[in-house]
């Protein structure tokens, strides 16, 4: 894409999303449609309203305020088509139960904020993450910024799903990332289409061509969905796709719940429901399958 992207969230101070204490960018819009997808609020590309019922005090601010008169407080159904996503009814809700999901950074301001935490990343062996949604399909503004973080002597980590294009990936911004971190979900090409709304064949290629161009460190993913990614058939095929473009490590990330939530917020269907935890038992499990095949599993 070749506009200016939408900023979910800079979240300071993570320990989850690489090495070190981190600053995370999450861009919005993403080419997936993961049905369990954790960032739900980063998969459209524009502007959107999140509620959060269990914050809210009724006191009725929302409804007095909004313009056209659709909110509601509470978990009171609202109408969104006619929402003007002005922003109105989140400034002035005193409980924080409404929340304006993008907003239009420029590159510069991104930087000067990235940069605010610099001597953390240095203490901690951090640096900063771009995540979102997904940030190559914005190469050359994700570019921009990586390249300044480097230019700052900042590691630099992408978290992808693979779903790019790979010219304007290559020239804007690989030549400025350390770090990549690479998700698969699903080896079969149905089951992906089915479950992440487009089949795999580009995300195969594109972990085939970071392979070979060696310039960044490389880490697949693979979250583990139960009743999804989870069988020992896909985590097999999975390994054995690892294993065949030569590389020897691969990340395993547990379920959580907590993305159900977000979405009901975002007024979404659910057309994948699961409310447990994934137990520690099936985790083993998992990381088993993958060292029998010989790789390093965590």
């Not at 304006?100 to 000067?112: I, N």
């Not at 605010?116 to 901690?124: A, G, I, K, M, V």
């Not at 304007?168 to 350390?178: I, K, M, T, W």
């Not at 994934?278 to 993958?290: F, I």
Request: proline content about 7%; some cysteine; aromatic content about 6%.
């Amino acid at each position: 894409m070749s506009v200016t992207p939408l900023v979910v969230d800079l979240k300071r101070g993570s320990l989850d999303d690489g090495t070190g204490i981190r600053s995370v960018l999450f861009f919005k819009g993403c080419p997936l449609r993961c049905v369990w997808c954790h960032n739900p609020e980063a998969i459209s590309p524009k502007a959107q309203l999140q509620r959060n019922p269990e914050a809210c005090v009724g006191c009725r601010t929302c409804e007095q305020v909004c313009p056209r008169g659709v909110a509601r407080s509470g978990a009171h159904p609202e109408e969104r088509s006619d929402c003007l996503l002005c922003g109105l009814c989140a400034r002035r809700c005193p409980a924080g139960a409404r929340r304006l999901v993008g907003q239009a950074l420029p590159v510069d301001e991104v930087v000067a904020q990235l940069l605010e935490d610099e001597p953390f990343y240095r203490r901690s062996g951090g640096g900063v993450t771009l995540s979102g949604g997904e940030p190559t399909q914005y190469p050359v503004f994700s570019g921009q910024i990586a390249a300044a973080m480097r230019g700052h002597g900042v590691h630099v980590l992408l978290e992808t799903c693979g779903h790019f294009a790979w010219r304007a990936f290559a020239e804007h911004l690989l030549p400025h990332l350390d770090t990549v971190y690479f998700d698969l979900k699903l080896a079969d090409p149905d089951a992906h289409r089915t479950y992440c709304g487009r089949d795999n064949a580009l995300i195969h290629e594109n972990l085939q061509r970071l392979v070979e161009d060696a310039r960044v460190e490389l880490l697949p993913r693979v979250p583990l969905i139960p009743g999804i990614t989870d069988s020992q058939e896909n985590l097999k095929a999975l390994g054995e796709l690892i294993r065949r473009v030569g590389l020897e490590r691969v990340s395993l990330m547990p379920y959580n719940p907590l993305w159900l939530s977000k979405r009901r917020g975002l007024g979404m269907e659910l057309p994948y429901e699961h409310a447990e935890w994934m137990s520690a038992e099936t985790v083993a499990a998992c990381e088993d399958a993958m060292r029998g095949l010989g790789l390093t599993a965590g």
